[in-house]
Structure formats: structure tokens, C-alpha cells
């Protein structure tokens, strides 16, 4: 059995702890034989300042399938990264876009090092973006057009609520073809939307579908816990998909749920993924 759980909103919040039960779940799970994972949009760096180097997972997914981490043996195990002509063809187009609406974006270093960025001019209107860049004030770097790094993890583009699903909408139609374009809810203000762009082959998906070739485990054994609109493409992936009962509404519609992130979600997800299995 594969377990892969999505990390920020799913298992913890920043109102909300991980639980013992949660963590009790995963190491039972492992006992049992299973293979756990973490699958977050957050960088390894920021994973590392949440748990402890001897949280019972096996790998840390980051930066939502940029990275592939060895938790126990704290090894870079995989990494995929946007090249130089994808960088610029990325760049050129939000340049473009940048003249019909306003866009404030970073771009996202390579795995292992995802929490280091370059940054667009500080938009006071977009609190949420200055609050990130203000959060991280001690990774990030001006921009500069004619020093786009060689390759990156991502681009990520912060919108207000009020425009986001929709310039969310013109850049997957644009970019969707070459790229993977994923939406995700802020965790700062939990309602700006920020917009991904990927290398097409990175997603929490792909990441999780690589985790279990490498075990040689079934598709039918591959069990998924999110709560957002990032997490779409893992449980669309997963045989046994599950969501916690105050995730996105969208995915409410589309997946079962358990219990709130904040009633330990993981620990009732197991109970019916083992039964799901058993059958």
C-alpha cells in the first residue's frame, strides 16, 4: 500500500497542529508494510522547519512533484526543472499577459534549493504577495529580465480572489498544452489564488506514480488525502482517493471525504483505505 497525503489544509494548518493520531497513522501504516509519503507545495526547506528529521514518512514530495526526497536518509532522490528556453518562453509570455492585467510572479529555483526566488516589483495593492515576499524576505532576489536564471522549479503567480479563476483559465489555455498549470488556494491569506506553471512531467501525480514504480507496488494499492485544488492531479491519479470533509467544494463534488483536516483526517482515511483494500 502506497499512502500519499497532501500536507498543508490536510493534515495540519496553521490553526491546527499535525495531531498524534495523524502521525500515530503513518507509523502504523509503515509497520504494516506500507510506503508514506508527503506531497505539499511547500520546498524542502520549508517541510524541514515543520518535522522532525525522524517524522515516520519515507519521501517528501515538494514543491509539488519538483522534488522527490529520501526523508529517513535525507537524500535528493529525483528532480525535474524547467530549462533555459522553457524559462524564457515562461517569462516572455507573463511579459506579454503583464500588459492586459496585472501580474506579480517569482520564479522558483531548482530542487533541492525551491525556496530561493527571484521576484517582480513589490505591488503594495497585492497584499498577498508582499506578505509572501515578506515572509521569505531572506530567499528572494529582484528580478532582472536579462538574468533569467538557467532553469527553475516553477513559476508561481499571485492573484486577488476577485481575478484569479480567471486569469488562472487564459494561462492553462495558453500554456496547458506545454506545461502544467495548476491552481492552488494561498496558505497565507487562504483566498488569493496562485497560479503554477511546471515542467509538463512535474506533478504530485507524476511524483506519486514514481514512488511506486520504484517499490514495484499496484495501482490498486495507491491511496491519496488532499484538500485543494493542487491536489486535483494525486487524486485523480490514486485508486483510493479521499478528501478531508473541508476541502475545496469542487472537490467535495468529485471525491468522498472524511473528517475535517483539523479531526485528524489521516487516521480515518487508513481505517477505510484498509478496508477498501482488504475487500
Not at 527571484?118 to 528580478?143: C, E, I, K, M, W
Request: aromatic residues 8%.
Amino acid at each position: 500500500m502506497l499512502i500519499v497525503s497532501d500536507l498543508d489544509g490536510t493534515l495540519l494548518s496553521k490553526e491546527t497542529p499535525l495531531s498524534e493520531m495523524n502521525r500515530n497513522s503513518f507509523e502504523r501504516a509503515r509497520r504494516m508494510g506500507g510506503v508514506c509519503a508527503i506531497a505539499t507545495g511547500r520546498s524542502l526547506l520549508g517541510v524541514e522547519e515543520e518535522l522532525e528529521p525522524g517524522f515516520p514518512i519515507d519521501y517528501l514530495i515538494f514543491s509539488s512533484g519538483a522534488g522527490i526526497y529520501d526523508w529517513q536518509d535525507k537524500k535528493l532522490l529525483h528532480h525535474r526543472s524547467l530549462n533555459s528556453n522553457q524559462v524564457v518562453e515562461v517569462h516572455g509570455y507573463l511579459q506579454q499577459l503583464s500588459l492586459e492585467v496585472s501580474l506579480d510572479f517569482t520564479i522558483q529555483l531548482e530542487a533541492p534549493n525551491t525556496h530561493q526566488f527571484f521576484f517582480t516589483p513589490v505591488n503594495p495593492a497585492n497584499s498577498d504577495f508582499t506578505a509572501r515576499l515578506s515572509y521569505h524576505q531572506n530567499h528572494g532576489s529582484p528580478l532582472e529580465a536579462k538574468k533569467l536564471p538557467l532553469s527553475a522549479s516553477e513559476f508561481i503567480i499571485i492573484q486577488p480572489p476577485t481575478l484569479g479563476s480567471k486569469v488562472f483559465e487564459r494561462i492553462k489555455g495558453d500554456l496547458g498544452q506545454s506545461f502544467n498549470v495548476v491552481r492552488a488556494t494561498s496558505p497565507i491569506d487562504t483566498q488569493s489564488i496562485w497560479i503554477e506553471i511546471f515542467h509538463p512531467e512535474v506533478s504530485k501525480g507524476h511524483a506519486a506514480d514514481w514512488v511506486r514504480r520504484r517499490h514495484g507496488l499496484s495501482q490498486d494499492h495507491t491511496c491519496a488525502l488532499g484538500n485543494d485544488y493542487n491536489d486535483l492531479q494525486l487524486l485523480s491519479w490514486a485508486k483510493n482517493p479521499l478528501v478531508v470533509g473541508d476541502a475545496a467544494p469542487e472537490l467535495l463534488k468529485q471525491f468522498e471525504s472524511v473528517a475535517n483536516h483539523s479531526d485528524s483526517a489521516l487516521a480515518h482515511a487508513l481505517e477505510i483505505w484498509l478496508e477498501k483494500i482488504k475487500r
